[in-house]
C-alpha cells in the first residue's frame, strides 16, 4: 500500500522517519521523502510506502505542476495531511491536494480548532484525543506513558520590570521589549536587563522565584521561545555559555545555526552527562520529539492559543523514567488568558454551552502554580483563574478581535445593513448589492466575469468594515452581563432598550436582528459572555 503524507511543517519529517522506521506496527515499511528536483520515486510492490512531502514543495510554482503529474499517477490508500491546521487551509493547497487521488483522508493536528471551524468536520468524521483526555487515561492506567504537565507562571524580577522606560499610557513592561535588539551595535538594546534577567533565570541572582532551575533543579533539557530576531538569538546563545560557563550545550534553531532537529537529537545521544538549551523563535515548535527535553520556557508574548499549546506540549514526549514535563511562562497572565481560550475552543468541540466546565477538567489534570506577588508558588484554583479572567479584558478583547469567526454577511437585510454602517438607504443598497454579487460570483465559480483587483479590495474593506462593526458592538456585552445577563438572547429579550443603548451607543434593534437573520453565531458569543 502507499501512504502519503503532506505538510507545512517539514520539522515533523524526523519524527516521522523515527516513527515508521523504529514502531513495531511498521515494521518492513518503507519511508522515503520528496525532495527538490527528485521526481523519480517508485513505491515497492510488496511493502507499504510512506512518502512525505512539504506544502512548500507541492505548492512552489516551480515544481508543483512536474509534483503533482508524478504523484497522481500512483493510487494512495492513505492521504495524510499533517499539522493541517497551518498551511493546508489555502485555495491552493485545497486544489492540489484534490488532484492526488486518495481512498481516505486523515487530517491531522494537536490544535484542531481552525479545521473545525471550517465547517468541515463534525462528530462523525473527527476523532477529537485531547490533552485532557489524555491525562484521564493515565490515571485510569490505560495511557501510563502520558507525562504530565505542570505550568508556572513566573514573575520577572521587580528589579527589571519596574523601571520607568518600559511604560508608556498604553502598554507596560513586555519580553519584547525587554528582548529588543539593536541592528547597528549588534546587541540587545537592554544588554544590562537581560543579563540580569538571565542571571535570575540560572539562579544565580539568588531568588528561587524567579528561577526554573531552583524550583525544578532536575531539568537538564530545556526549550526557550523567544521573540522572532534571529541575530538575537544568536547573541543569547553567546550570553547564556558566558554567564553559565558553559555548563550548557546552546543551540541556536536559525537557519544559519541548527535548522534541523536531528542535530539535537544527536547531541544528546552521544553526551548523555551535558545540560542543553535550545532558543527557537518558532522552529521545532511543532512535530519535533525530544524525549529529553524536560521544560519549556515562554520567554516571547504569543497571543495565538495554537503557538502556546504546540510549544508547550513539547516536553511531554514519553522517556523512560520520566513521570512530569514544565512550562515556565514569564508572562505570568498570559498562562490563564491561554487556558480561557483552551476552554472556549474545546467547549466548542464538544457543544458545551459553559467552557468553565473545561477550565475545571484542565485545573483537574494539569497543575497551574503562581506567586501572584508573594514569594512562594502556590497551585492554582478554578476561581482563581476565572477571577484573573474576569478582572482583564480577555472576554471583550476576544469578541472584538474574532469578529470574523462568529460573524456571516452573506445574507444580511438591506435595513441591518444601513443601520449597521450609518449609510443612507441609497448607498447602503448598492454597497449591499455588490456584496451579494461577490458572495454569488465566488459560489458559482469561474464561469463568472472576474471581478477588478479594485473591485476585489473594495469588497473586501466593505466586508471588514461590517465585520469590525459587528465586533466592536458584541465587545461591549460582557459589561452587561457584570449586570446580571447570561446570554445574547437573554439581553435581547430583557435589558431595557435605554439601558443597552447606554452601554453601546447603538439601537437595541440591531442586536435583534443580528439574532434575527442569523448574522451572528450566539453559540459562538455566548461562550464569552459566562461568568
Same mark, same amino acid.
Given at each position: 500500500?502507499?501512504?502519503?503524507?503532506?505538510?507545512?511543517?517539514?520539522?515533523?519529517f524526523?519524527?516521522?522517519?523515527?516513527d515508521?522506521?523504529?514502531?513495531?506496527?511498521?515494521?518492513?515499511?518503507?519511508y522515503?521523502?520528496?525532495?527538490?528536483?527528485?521526481?523519480?520515486w517508485?513505491?515497492s510492490?510488496?511493502?507499504?510506502?510512506?512518502?512525505?512531502?512539504?506544502?512548500?514543495?507541492?505548492?512552489h510554482?516551480?515544481?508543483r505542476k512536474?509534483?503533482?503529474?508524478?504523484l497522481?499517477q500512483?493510487?494512495?490508500?492513505?492521504?495524510?495531511?499533517?499539522?493541517?491546521?497551518?498551511?493546508m487551509?489555502?485555495?491552493?493547497?485545497?486544489?492540489?491536494?484534490?488532484?492526488?487521488?486518495?481512498?481516505?483522508?486523515?487530517?491531522?493536528t494537536?490544535?484542531?480548532?481552525?479545521?473545525?471551524?471550517?465547517?468541515?468536520?463534525?462528530?462523525?468524521?473527527?476523532?477529537?484525543?485531547?490533552?485532557?483526555?489524555?491525562?484521564?487515561?493515565?490515571?485510569?492506567?490505560?495511557?501510563?506513558?502520558?507525562i504530565?504537565?505542570?505550568?508556572?507562571?513566573?514573575?520577572v524580577f521587580?528589579?527589571?520590570?519596574?523601571?520607568?522606560?518600559?511604560?508608556?499610557d498604553e502598554?507596560?513592561?513586555?519580553?519584547?521589549?525587554l528582548?529588543s535588539?539593536?541592528?547597528d551595535?549588534?546587541r540587545?538594546?537592554?544588554?544590562?536587563d537581560v543579563n540580569?534577567?538571565?542571571q535570575?533565570?540560572?539562579?544565580?541572582?539568588?531568588?528561587?522565584?524567579?528561577?526554573?532551575f531552583?524550583?525544578i533543579?532536575?531539568?537538564?533539557?530545556?526549550?526557550?521561545?523567544?521573540?522572532?530576531?534571529?541575530?538575537?538569538?544568536i547573541?543569547?546563545?553567546s550570553?547564556?555559555?558566558?554567564?553559565?560557563?558553559?555548563?550548557?550545550?546552546?543551540?541556536a534553531?536559525?537557519?544559519?545555526?541548527?535548522?534541523n532537529?536531528?542535530?539535537?537529537?544527536?547531541?544528546?545521544k552521544?553526551?548523555?552527562d551535558?545540560k542543553?538549551?535550545?532558543?527557537?523563535?518558532?522552529?521545532?515548535?511543532?512535530?519535533?520529539?525530544?524525549?529529553?527535553?524536560?521544560?519549556?520556557?515562554f520567554?516571547?508574548?504569543?497571543?495565538?492559543?495554537?503557538?502556546?499549546f504546540?510549544?508547550?506540549?513539547r516536553?511531554?514526549?514519553?522517556?523512560?523514567?520520566?513521570?512530569?514535563?514544565?512550562v515556565?511562562?514569564?508572562?505570568?497572565?498570559?498562562?490563564?488568558?491561554?487556558?480561557?481560550?483552551?476552554?472556549?475552543y474545546?467547549?466548542q468541540?464538544?457543544?458545551i454551552?459553559?467552557p468553565?466546565?473545561?477550565?475545571?477538567?484542565?485545573?483537574?489534570?494539569?497543575?497551574v502554580?503562581?506567586?501572584?506577588?508573594?514569594?512562594?508558588?502556590? *497551585?492554582?484554583?478554578?476561581?482563581?483563574?476565572?477571577?484573573?479572567?474576569?478582572?482583564?479584558?480577555?472576554?471583550?478583547?476576544t469578541?472584538?478581535?474574532?469578529?470574523?469567526?462568529?460573524?456571516?454577511t452573506?445574507?444580511?437585510?438591506?435595513?441591518?445593513?444601513e443601520?449597521?454602517?450609518g449609510?443612507?438607504?441609497?448607498?447602503?443598497?448598492?454597497?449591499?448589492?455588490?456584496?451579494?454579487?461577490?458572495?454569488?460570483?465566488?459560489?458559482?465559480?469561474?464561469?463568472?466575469?472576474?471581478?477588478?483587483?479594485?473591485?476585489? *479590495?473594495?469588497?473586501n474593506?466593505?466586508?471588514?468594515?461590517?465585520?469590525?462593526r459587528?465586533a466592536?458592538?458584541?465587545?461591549?456585552?460582557?459589561?452587561?452581563?457584570?449586570?446580571g445577563?447570561?446570554?445574547?438572547?437573554?439581553i435581547?429579550?430583557?435589558l431595557p432598550?435605554?439601558?443597552?443603548?447606554?452601554a453601546?451607543?447603538?439601537?437595541?434593534t440591531?442586536?435583534?436582528?443580528?439574532?434575527?437573520?442569523?448574522?451572528?453565531?450566539?453559540y459562538?458569543?455566548?461562550?464569552?459572555?459566562?461568568?
Amino acid at each position: 500500500g502507499n501512504v502519503l503524507m503532506i505538510t507545512g511543517r517539514p520539522d515533523v519529517f524526523e519524527s516521522l522517519k523515527t516513527d515508521v522506521k523504529s514502531h513495531i506496527n511498521y515494521n518492513g515499511w518503507i519511508y522515503d521523502e520528496l525532495k527538490h528536483k527528485k521526481y523519480d520515486w517508485k513505491p515497492s510492490e510488496t511493502r507499504t510506502n510512506v512518502l512525505a512531502v512539504s506544502t512548500q514543495l507541492l505548492t512552489h510554482k516551480t515544481h508543483r505542476k512536474a509534483l503533482v503529474k508524478m504523484l497522481s499517477q500512483y493510487d494512495w490508500d492513505i492521504r495524510g495531511v499533517d499539522e493541517a491546521d497551518t498551511t493546508m487551509l489555502t485555495e491552493l493547497s485545497t486544489e492540489l491536494l484534490e488532484k492526488l487521488p486518495s481512498s481516505v483522508t486523515v487530517w491531522i493536528t494537536g490544535t484542531p480548532w481552525k479545521l473545525l471551524s471550517t465547517g468541515k468536520f463534525t462528530q462523525p468524521n473527527s476523532y477529537i484525543y485531547d490533552y485532557i483526555k489524555q491525562q484521564e487515561d493515565k490515571k485510569l492506567g490505560i495511557d501510563k506513558r502520558a507525562i504530565s504537565l505542570d505550568f508556572y507562571c513566573m514573575e520577572v524580577f521587580d528589579k527589571i520590570k519596574e523601571q520607568q522606560k518600559w511604560y508608556s499610557d498604553e502598554e507596560g513592561f513586555t519580553l519584547t521589549k525587554l528582548f529588543s535588539w539593536n541592528k547597528d551595535t549588534k546587541r540587545f538594546i537592554h544588554e544590562g536587563d537581560v543579563n540580569t534577567f538571565l542571571q535570575c533565570v540560572f539562579g544565580i541572582i539568588p531568588k528561587t522565584t524567579f528561577s526554573p532551575f531552583k524550583i525544578i533543579p532536575e531539568l537538564q533539557h530545556t526549550f526557550w521561545v523567544l521573540p522572532k530576531n534571529s541575530d538575537a538569538v544568536i547573541h543569547l546563545k553567546s550570553l547564556i555559555e558566558n554567564i553559565t560557563n558553559n555548563e550548557y550545550k546552546v543551540f541556536a534553531a536559525t537557519g544559519s545555526e541548527t535548522d534541523n532537529i536531528s542535530e539535537v537529537k544527536d547531541f544528546l545521544k552521544l553526551n548523555k552527562d551535558k545540560k542543553s538549551i535550545v532558543l527557537s523563535l518558532s522552529r521545532f515548535t511543532r512535530g519535533s520529539t525530544v524525549p529529553e527535553w524536560d521544560a519549556t520556557f515562554f520567554l516571547n508574548d504569543t497571543e495565538s492559543a495554537e503557538f502556546y499549546f504546540q510549544t508547550a506540549f513539547r516536553p511531554t514526549s514519553p522517556k523512560d523514567g520520566k513521570e512530569k514535563g514544565y512550562v515556565f511562562d514569564f508572562n505570568p497572565n498570559r498562562t490563564l488568558i491561554m487556558l480561557a481560550e483552551y476552554s472556549r475552543y474545546s467547549a466548542q468541540q464538544r457543544g458545551i454551552k459553559n467552557p468553565n466546565e473545561i477550565l475545571k477538567q484542565y485545573l483537574d489534570n494539569f497543575n497551574v502554580y503562581g506567586v501572584d506577588g508573594g514569594v512562594e508558588f502556590k *497551585k492554582k484554583t478554578l476561581e482563581d483563574v476565572l477571577s484573573a479572567i474576569r478582572d482583564s479584558d480577555y472576554n471583550s478583547n476576544t469578541l472584538k478581535n474574532s469578529g470574523h469567526d462568529y460573524t456571516m454577511t452573506d445574507k444580511i437585510s438591506e435595513k441591518l445593513f444601513e443601520m449597521i454602517m450609518g449609510l443612507d438607504k441609497e448607498k447602503s443598497s448598492k454597497l449591499k448589492l455588490e456584496i451579494t454579487s461577490s458572495n454569488e460570483f465566488m459560489k458559482k465559480g469561474k464561469n463568472q466575469k472576474h471581478l477588478s483587483e479594485s473591485e476585489k *479590495k473594495s469588497l473586501n474593506k466593505t466586508k471588514r468594515d461590517i465585520i469590525s462593526r459587528i465586533a466592536t458592538l458584541m465587545s461591549r456585552l460582557p459589561i452587561i452581563c457584570e449586570l446580571g445577563y447570561e446570554t445574547v438572547e437573554d439581553i435581547v429579550e430583557n435589558l431595557p432598550d435605554n439601558l443597552f443603548y447606554g452601554a453601546t451607543k447603538t439601537e437595541k434593534t440591531v442586536l435583534k436582528l443580528l439574532v434575527k437573520e442569523n448574522i451572528i453565531d450566539t453559540y459562538k458569543v455566548n461562550l464569552q459572555l459566562v461568568r
